[in-house]
């Protein structure tokens, strides 16, 4: 295996940062927008409609337009209705839960991918793993408390629907990376995403005053700077080290909870979190530790 120039992991480790400082910000603007009488579909419009000019430019002054061809169409289809599921029920959860319960859940995607890389993918999964999932789902019966009325039922059913189908949008972009770009992959998601939204969007816009159309354009902005650094971070740095910077997100979810809406994630929450996080953490070492292993013996 090809090691990463160390000077590389300090800007990998800066631009998974960077996108979770972004996908935090963004998850505040959705709530606020929300609040302020913003529907869902508007949400999710400016939230990809941002991304196709904006990740074309980047495209453009990189490595030019021409690089936007793709002979895997029908994989980005795939991808598009997914991600875009994924994202309804994310902006659900978002809204109907605090931040932080609703980042919490966001933290299941690598059980969920652990159970689909075996199921789909055929990976090997030993029953370390195996016991770390189940440790997860523990830990989001904690949070959830299913049966008490302690949140939304819905807002926790699609955050952990999110967790789910990200987790599957996880194995397709897998098939899709072996030869397309980044960039490449975000501007056809956003492209494709916009067909569906903007027939929704025509039927359902309303005025807004002009904080909310600069929460909506903020959105914009914040979610697809947070998904290009995201996705650029694992070209610098390996999974192992660039994946845990995202559970930083619980940090930025808990002040912007405290600071814009006076919500502080209750006991549940900081019992089960750590149980989540600690089963994903675990699942993202022993990747590791079987990719070193597989790498060695095909070394030798």
């Known amino acids: ?8 992991i300090l800007p990998a480790v800066a631009l998974r940062l960077l996108s979770v400082v972004c996908l935090a910000t963004m998850a505040a603007l959705i709530k606020l927008a929300e609040i302020g009488g913003a529907h ?14 904006l990740v074309a430019a980047i495209i453009a002054a990189g490595p030019g337009l021409a690089t936007i061809r793709t002979g895997q169409l029908s994989a980005h289809i795939m991808r598009a209705v997914v991600g875009l599921t994924s994202m309804t029920c994310l ?19 690598p059980i969920f991918a652990t159970i689909l890389g075996a199921l789909v993918l055929k990976e ?9 999932v189940i440790t997860g789902f523990v830990g989001v019966i904690i949070v959830a408390r299913p ?5 939304a039922s819905w807002g926790t059913i699609a955050g952990i629907m999110a967790g789910f189908l990200t987790a599957v949008v996880s194995i397709l972009l897998r098939r899709i990376g072996r030869t397309e770009s ?11 995403s916009m067909i569906p939204l903007s027939i929704v969007y025509g039927f359902d816009h309303q005025p807004h005053p002009l904080h909310i159309w600069l929460l909506l354009i903020g959105i914009g ?18 999974v192992s080290i660039v994946v845990p910077m995202d559970y930083s997100t619980l940090i930025w979810a808990t002040l912007f909870g405290w600071l814009l809406f006076g919500a502080l994630p209750g006991v549940t929450t900081w019992i089960g979190a750590p149980v989540i996080i600690g089963s994903g953490l675990y699942i993202v ?15 030798v």
């Open 91 to 109: 902006f659900t959860a978002v809204t109907l839960l605090p931040l932080a319960e609703s980042t919490t859940l966001q933290f299941t995607i």
């Open 1 to 8: 295996m090809t090691a990463h120039a160390p000077d590389h």
């Open 40 to 53: 869902l579909s508007e949400i999710l419009f400016f939230r990809q409609a941002i991304g196709v000019p």
């Open 221 to 238: 902005v914040a979610g697809n700077l947070g998904q290009i650094a995201l996705t650029s971070a694992l070209k610098l740095g390996p």
């Open 182 to 192: 980044a960039f490449t992959t975000v501007f056809w998601f956003a492209s494709l």
């Open 124 to 132: 090997p999964t030993g029953w370390h793993r195996w016991l770390a």
């Open 285 to 299: 070492w022993r990747e590791h530790l079987r990719r070193r292993i597989e790498t060695d013996q095909a070394i």
């Open 147 to 151: 049966g008490t009325g302690h949140f």
